[in-house]
């Protein structure tokens, strides 16, 4: 089993950044892991918006691309999600998740509001 621990979440405005960090232990076989960030909003299902290899290769939602970026440390056993250029519907609670392993975090809030 991975213990997932995300951080980084808070309060941003409209066009602000935030980078949410996602913390996978203990598990040697993480740098092969594919690891994904969803999204929960009231009333709306849970969304993948964004996913990483472990090598790297990264894909993206529609709704963040151009916006988002993902990427790891293999070393540190993290991978992070920059968010630039926010906006409302950006708001809900993000969650990591290990496609190997199935594990969740129990996400972090991410309120974007002027």
């Known amino acids: 089993q991975v213990h997932i621990v995300e951080s980084g979440g808070g309060l941003a405005q409209p066009g602000g950044s935030l980078r949410l960090s996602c913390s996978a232990c203990c598990d040697s076989r993480f740098s092969f892991f594919d690891m994904r960030w969803y999204r929960e909003a009231p009333g709306v299902q849970r969304e993948l918006i964004a996913s990483i290899t472990g090598d790297g290769s990264a894909n993206y939602a529609a709704s963040v691309r151009g916006r988002f970026t993902i990427s790891r440390d293999n070393v540190k056993n993290t991978v992070y999600l920059q968010m630039n250029s926010l906006k409302r519907e950006d708001t809900g609670v993000y969650l990591c998740?290990?496609?190997?392993?199935?594990?969740w975090g129990q996400g972090t809030q991410v309120t974007v509001s002027s």
């Open positions: 998740y290990a496609w190997n392993s199935g594990d």
